[in-house]
């Protein structure tokens, strides 16, 4: 069974920074194709940003690229958002992902994911 635990939210004024974190219990993080999403109060789920295996490939939505990069340590088993240059909308629960894939194609449905973490709370005052 895979658990995933985020951490790393938090309250921050609008132009500031977080990083979050998504730690795995698996016993190879490499296996798994891993995204990050998030949903605000009476939004759909939506995607954030996705990275391979390998962590060599990477894409993000329109709404954060150039703002917040995905990476991820595979020795560690930890999954990582920066997120830079905050805004209100960014306002909402970050999960993460885990989708068992060694494959370069990465997903932007959350339906294509089946482990997920409990989400963490990220609001940005403006």
């Known amino acids: 069974q895979v658990q995933l635990v985020e951490s790393g939210g938090g309250l921050v004024q609008a132009g500031g920074s977080l990083r979050l974190s998504c730690a795995a219990s698996?016993?190879?993080?490499?296996?798994?194709?891993m995204g990050w999403f998030r949903q605000a109060p009476g939004s759909e789920r939506e995607f954030v940003a996705t990275i391979n295996w390998t962590g060599s490939t990477t894409y993000y939505s329109d709404s954060v690229k150039g703002r917040f990069t995905i990476s991820r340590d595979n020795a560690k088993n930890t999954l990582y958002l920066q997120m830079n240059s905050l805004k209100p909308e960014d306002t909402a629960v970050y999960y993460c992902?885990?989708?068992?894939?060694?494959?370069?194609?990465?997903?932007?449905?959350?339906?294509?994911?089946?482990?997920w973490g409990q989400g963490t709370q990220v609001t940005v005052s403006s």
């Open positions: 992902a885990a989708l068992l894939s060694k494959l370069s194609r990465l997903y932007t449905s959350p339906d294509r994911y089946k482990y």
């Open positions: 698996v016993r190879t993080l490499s296996d798994y194709t």
